[in-house]
């Protein structure tokens, strides 16, 4: 079985370590997201490829779910001592090298999808890691500051205000212009199924549907579309998705979102038995829909979350 993931940060590298335990077996491909990349100290950062390298290749930080395990901080702490910021991003020590080779190979004129490929020669992470483009994409979140109102980079919005002020818009840029990597659209063509895990609807599976010819591969393929909400309850199981939800006007609920994506992209939905009952409502807007346990709790509980996605993909292929 060929499966093709997309995929952002900590909630897709969790769902892909349970989707390899489910299904051995399969050929997985993981389109990811790179529109939360970011350059910091001249290194060219790629926060939610590194997490699914990291966390497939048995490297992450476990308690954390990014960075690397051991981690230790001088390089960032020297930094500090000389005023060079920003202090609020924290880069590690063992995840500078990454960067460090990242940029000295892009440099070198490498583009990012081979770079990616070489770096994970190292952590054989067991599924092809694709970014989404080659080309240079990054999230932009537009807020209200004391200077007025400004777009800024999303790590920043996330990381450094820890999404404290309501978000106006969320800006893909340089989507539009941008290609699917070489890969991307051969891998969505190929698949037997197509999955999107519980990460974040906008900032991160929203990120990679921005690139012109990836939605419409998808919805073109012919195969199941399958997805898991991020949303339990109607709040995010981590981070602050509710609050990107907001700022495109989209109810922070499993039902909202499913329509978010719409039936013409979704075949499949799956919800958190808390939310058992919006399924009726999902169905009437023509996505297939389940309610079984989506919270990752341990790798047994991600795994069977996998095979619930798996065997809905199942009932609803054409």
Known sequence: MRIVVLAGGIGGARFLRGLKQAAPDAEITVIGN???????????VCPDLDTVMYTLGGGIHEEQGWGRAEETFTVKEELAAYGVGPEWFGLGDRDFATHIVRTQMLGAGYPLSAVTEALCTRWQ???????????????HVVVDTAE??????????WVGMRAAVDAHAVV??????????????????QADVVLFPPSNPVVSVGTILAVPGIREAIAGAGVPVVGLSPLIGGAPVRGMADKVLAAIGVEATAAAVAAHYGSGLL??????TADAGTVPGVEAAGIRCRAVPLLMSDADTTAAMARAALTLAEEVRP
């Open 172 to 189: 893909p840029v340089g989507a539009e212009q941008a290609k699917p990597a070489p890969g991307v659209l051969d891998a969505i063509a």
């Open 34 to 44: 790179t529109g939360d990349d970011i350059h910091l100290f001249g290194l060219k």
């Open 125 to 139: 992470p067991g599924v092809r890691l694709l970014p989404m483009t080659d080309d240079r994409v990054e999230t």
């Open 148 to 157: 007025g109102r400004k777009a800024v980079h999303f790590q920043e919005y």
């Open 267 to 272: 075949d499949g939905w799956l919800v958190d």
